[in-house]
């Protein structure tokens, strides 16, 4: 016997194949302009004659199409929509089942516009409709039941990916810029603030909108190639609305676990805030900062030469599992957003953030060496204790002086402390004590002045100027430089960095396609350096120098750079261009040496973009830069940066050399609900800092010296995502492969050509049955193989599956049961990790009011553990997790 609800499936499908024997048309023809040339690309659209919303639908291509309907209607309206060209309809009177209509278009050239009109899908399991540049997604259509903020939507919709440990978003393969509240642009690139902490009963859709402009001066005339994302609330969501949950619940180690949050938008004509209040103990980072992995998000990529370097590393803890499982925190979070519309002409929006928290973890490093035929083991048992502490102000003016001018300025203040004590058992005999104080002081701010000349042209000018200061202290206990006379080593250090810079651009369009970008500019980039490492007996308060940094690091720039986006046909070129004129110094207070270096430089690049039609291109790119990369490498003597390891270098000034080569093809095609991204990219890179490292069972010494040597990089990817109708099912599926070429001297060796090859494939499939059940399983494989000149390949293999049940028994409630499988090593299969977890969620009548049963390492895993190789090494890595634990959450929503 079949189960009751394949019976019943089996049931609908004879209904639809039957109704559809009964009612169904034929509808054939072709498509063509005034001068019988087949279009391309057109949608083919049926309607009913009393209704503008579209029924069935089909795309012909090449001029041709055919449609089997498989509705009922008393008149069929036929309606052919074509980029560019004036929509064709046609009418079928009183249509006769079972027949056959031969219907051709000739269609006209739009003259007013070469955009589609508005496309509306109405399929009952994912509608969303396209207008312009903006695709609108239903939210209640991608919804399950699982989801509690809106990420968890995004996260679904076609076209779309969010990366699951920083949250940053893209669309098409393009990171988007921001995530604007209906338009207003609250949180600016911290845009996880709202997809993390807006729940999604809030949001009725979610826009994703190409051709973006922030500034509305340059739309249409600045070059259309950002992206971004706009949350459009539920009518009614005016005033204040919010959430607050609470949760609370017990571990296995009988400790109580805590999840409490509250939210709050406010919406008026002239005043739009958000706020986040938040406490939790179960791995959760509701900020848009990582202190557990250090994953940079959106703001920090991109501000990133703006900063100062930590020369003495912060702890970051590596992880392949979900952070909530490893991240054993104690975060308090506090932020507040708000924007003041305080007439037709100016607007202020500040952001206000406080983070508090205490990251605690367990970890043994296993290093397996293989150098020079010798081998040996290494191993460091840790006990980590991760205290960072942060304040952050954000203003944002914008004054419009008239129609066509506008200021803008923007503020920065951000002070930043982090304490790390740890303790080290290194080789199972040698025990220390180890503590890291670092902070951070950046202030940054931009004067932005933008004037419209006219339709088609624009200038701007602006000047920017920050400041980064990051004094560091590392103290170990006890000496590792000489543990006969001193008690402890003590390393200082204190990095500043001070950037300037006035730039003038000229933007404007010869056509409504092609648009031009030409800027001046002149950078000042300041850098001072200070360390000290000494050796100190607490006794008789004796200290013994071992190593002294005292420099200054300058960098001056000029620049010209021009961009021309020419498009003709289904051609775009992009060709653009950077002059530069460098100049660097490095003065050495200690030796009282200087070293400097000027260059004058030509970086051309393009871009090429075929399109095939409305859903397929192919693009092309290729790229030159010179740059300077001894920021990184600027300090001679040692510094100490762990019970292991010390640092030192030796500075060079010359400039290396990058080119990269990428092609791509892309298809997307929302209505068939097919993705398609196929990618190579190549990488090399002249002249680098190469690693000659000293190892042994008990130090690490790393020195690095520059060389006009190659590293290579060769990437291939591929993604794919299908929704399958008749299964009612979701297949996605990513692949990437990538090898690299580097080189490095290991212990005196000569110098060593290494190899390292990577695959990973990922397979996922996602059930949308219109039954009380549904399921979803991701499996993941990945490869990583190491190699150095002719010695041994360090190979590792892993295995990941996760695999969940959605149940929907009654209206009210929903259960998600998942189980996480981890095979770190395929070769030793019985060291394998499964977690269950399982969560039953019941909505009483009250809407307002939610009840939520979690329960989370049902199996009590206490640890994971994972390998990685290089080209001398197998590395294993082993922490402790979150133990079982069980947790009643309620929810309130006002």
Do not use: C
Request: net charge positive.
């Amino acid at each position: 016997m079949l189960p009751f609800f394949m019976l019943k499936k089996l049931f609908f499908i004879i209904l639809i194949l039957s109704s559809t024997i009964a009612y169904s048309q034929t509808i054939l023809g072709t498509i063509t302009d005034v001068e019988q040339n087949n279009l391309d690309y057109s949608y083919v659209l049926i309607k009913d004659f009393d209704s503008t919303n579209v029924k069935e639908y089909s795309i012909a291509r090449k001029g041709k199409y055919e449609i089997d309907l498989k509705k009922k209607y008393l008149k069929i309206v036929v309606e052919i929509q074509s980029n560019g060209y004036v929509t064709g309809k046609r009418v079928i009177d009183n249509p006769q089942k079972n027949k056959t209509y031969t219907i051709d278009f000739i269609l006209e050239k739009d003259t007013t516009t070469n955009k589609l009109d508005e496309v509306i899908i109405t399929a009952k399991r994912k509608p969303f409709k396209i207008k312009k540049d903006t695709v609108s997604y239903n939210v209640n259509s991608y919804r399950d039941g699982s989801e509690r903020k809106i990420e968890d939507i995004i996260k679904k919709l076609p076209g779309i990916e969010v990366d699951k440990n920083t949250g940053a978003i893209k669309y098409k393969g393009k990171p988007i810029e921001n995530v604007t509240l209906d338009g207003d642009n609250l949180f600016g690139h911290n845009y996880t603030l709202g997809t993390k902490n807006i729940n999604v009963d809030m949001v009725e859709q979610i826009e994703a909108i190409e051709n973006y402009s922030e500034n509305p001066l340059l739309k249409g005339i600045e070059k259309g190639d950002k992206v971004s994302i706009n949350l459009k609330l539920k009518k009614g969501k005016f005033n204040f609305s919010g959430n607050i949950d609470f949760g609370s619940g017990i571990s296995e180690n009988l400790n109580e676990v805590l999840d409490i949050n509250a939210n709050l938008l406010g919406i008026t004509k002239a005043y739009k805030t958000f706020a986040t209040l938040s406490y939790n103990n179960i791995g959760i980072n509701r900020s848009p900062f990582n202190y557990f992995g250090f994953s940079q998000n959106r703001e920090q990529f991109i501000e990133k030469r703006f900063l100062a370097k930590r020369i003495i590393p912060e702890t970051s803890f590596l992880n392949t599992l979900d952070e909530e499982r490893v991240n054993i925190n104690n975060q308090y979070f506090g932020n507040y957003n708000a924007l003041f519309k305080i007439n037709k002409r100016l607007k202020i929006k500040t952001n206000l953030y406080y983070v508090n928290d205490k990251i605690t973890s367990e970890q043994l490093f296993e290093n397996q060496f293989i150098i020079d035929g010798q081998s040996f083991t290494t191993t460091d048992d840790i006990s980590i204790e991760k205290k960072p502490k942060q304040y952050r102000g954000d203003l944002e003016v914008k004054y419009n002086a008239s129609k066509t001018s506008l200021l803008e300025y923007n503020l920065t203040i951000q002070q930043e402390n982090i304490q790390t004590p740890s303790s080290v058992v290194s080789n199972n005999d040698n025990s220390f004590t180890t503590l890291l104080n670092s902070e951070s002081f950046y202030l940054r701010q931009k004067l932005l002045f933008t004037k419209k000349i006219s339709d088609k042209k624009a200038f701007q000018f602006s000047v920017f100027q920050s400041t980064n200061n990051i004094p560091q202290n590392f103290q170990i206990n006890p000496s590792i430089i000489d543990p006969i006379n001193y008690e402890n080593d003590i390393q200082k250090s204190e990095y500043s960095k001070n950037y300037l810079e006035v730039q003038s651009i000229l933007l404007g369009s010869t056509t409504k396609k092609n648009k031009y970008t030409f800027s001046v500019g002149g950078i000042i980039d300041n850098n001072k350096l200070q360390s000290e490492l000494f050796s100190q007996n607490l006794a008789g308060n004796n200290t013994a120098e071992n190593g002294i940094n005292n420099l200054r690091y300058s960098k001056k720039t000029m620049y010209q750079l021009g961009s021309y986006q020419f498009n003709t046909g289904k051609w775009k070129l992009s060709p653009s261009y950077r002059f530069r004129y460098l100049d660097q110094e490095i003065y050495n207070k200690e030796s009282n040496t200087k070293n400097t270096q000027t260059n004058f430089l030509f970086e051309p690049s393009i871009n090429i973009k075929y399109k095939l039609n409305e859903i397929s291109s192919f693009l092309g790119t290729a790229n030159y830069e010179q740059s300077s990369i001894v920021d990184n490498y600027l300090f001679q003597n040692q510094i100490l940066i762990n019970n292991r390891t010390s640092v030192s270098n030796i500075p060079s000034l010359e400039l290396q050399e990058a080119l990269s080569y990428g092609f791509s093809y892309l298809h997307d095609d929302l209505y068939n609900l097919l993705e398609v991204a196929i990618g190579m990219n190549y990488q090399n890179r002249n002249g680098n800092f190469f690693t000659n490292s000293t190892i042994n069972q008990n130090t690490t010494q790393i020195n690095y010296f520059f060389l006009p040597q190659d590293n290579n990089n060769l990437n291939f990817n591929f993604s794919a995502t299908k929704y399958i109708r008749f299964l009612e099912s979701t297949v996605k599926s990513n692949s990437n492969y990538s090898i690299s070429r580097y080189k490095n001297i290991v212990n005196n060796s000569e110098l060593r050509n290494n190899e390292s090859r990577f695959f990973n494939t990922q397979l996922n499939f996602r059930t949308a049955f219109r039954l009380f059940v549904n399921f979803e399983n991701t499996i993941n494989f990945s490869q990583s193989i190491s190699q150095s000149d002719n010695s041994n390949e360090f190979i590792n293999e892993s295995l990941n599956n996760t695999f969940k049940i959605i149940l929907k028994p009654a209206k009210k409630w929903f259960v998600l049961l998942s189980s996480d499988y981890f095979l770190p090593n395929l070769k030793q299969k019985s060291e394998n990790y499964m977690f269950l977890d399982a969560s039953v969620r019941f909505r009483p009548k009250n809407k307002r009011l939610e009840f939520n049963l979690i329960a989370k390492n049902l199996l009590n895993e206490t640890n994971f553990e994972q390998i990685q190789t290089s080209d001398f090494s197998t590395n294993i890595y082993r922490t402790n997790i979150l133990p079982r634990y069980y947790m009643l959450n309620m929810s309130y929503d006002f």
